[in-house]
């Protein structure tokens, strides 16, 4: 019962290219995250959403942006990627009762070359 | 920004035994949550308690909370080879903030 899907497990791309990170949920949650995790360094928000058409930064969103056009959606952009930003790439959604935490998605592996 | 800290970052024991993961934090708190990742996966939600709560079971979880020491705790009890894996606390007040994990290694 899949219900944060990410579209891609791995994914390699070449530097400038514009990229995109797609995420579904099936929950009707309003709270949608964009995470990067790297070693040593932990989760980082990226950006995140409460709701269609809203778009909050995190605490790293240069060379990034995201698109919430329906509920259940939350897509993030890298315009052009960068060596940099190789890392997991992680979706999350929640509901504001928050009594369930968070669920995530599997991930997605991005590498840049 | 991280205000969860998560003491041990890595703990190796054997299979059977208990283990005891830390996580301190620094700010007011709504709840507390805990996740498990597994090696290159997503997080699993795991356990959430409330600033309200003292103590939750679940299965094998037992997680503390003092708020007055900024501090929690996860036990596992009865650890089996499958729980290998990350764990992180997450504080949530308007956002979840998280600390960095604690890595446990169960061996057989």
């Known amino acids: 019962d899949v219900k944060v899907t990410q579209s891609s497990r791995y994914l390699v791309k070449r530097t400038g290219e514009k990229v995109f990170l797609e995420c579904v949920q099936d929950m009707d949650h309003e709270n949608m995250f964009w995470y990067r995790q790297d070693p040593g360094l932990g989760l980082r928000l990226i950006y995140f959403s409460y709701d269609v058409k809203m778009k909050e930064k995190g605490d790293i969103p240069e060379g990034y942006s995201v698109s919430r056009e329906k509920k259940e959606r939350f897509s993030l952009i890298l315009e052009s990627a960068s060596t940099n930003q190789t890392s997991m790439y992680l979706c999350a959604s929640s509901s504001w009762d928050n009594g369930y935490g968070y669920t995530f998605g599997s991930g997605t592996r991005l590498t840049v070359v | 920004s991280q205000q969860g800290e998560e003491d041990p970052q890595a703990l190796s024991i054997q299979e059977g035994e208990n283990a005891t993961m830390n996580c301190s934090y620094k700010t007011s708190i709504n709840n507390l949550q805990w996740y498990r990742q597994n090696s290159g996966r997503g997080l699993v939600h795991l356990i959430l308690i409330r600033s309200n709560e003292r103590e939750k079971h679940s299965g094998r979880l037992r997680v503390t909370l003092d708020t007055s020491k900024k501090s929690s705790s996860l036990l596992i009890t009865a650890s089996r080879a499958a729980d290998t894996a990350s764990y992180f606390c997450?504080?949530?007040?308007?956002?979840?903030?998280w600390g960095a994990g604690t890595k446990l290694i169960i061996k057989p």
């Open positions: 997450a504080t949530s007040y308007y956002q979840l903030i």
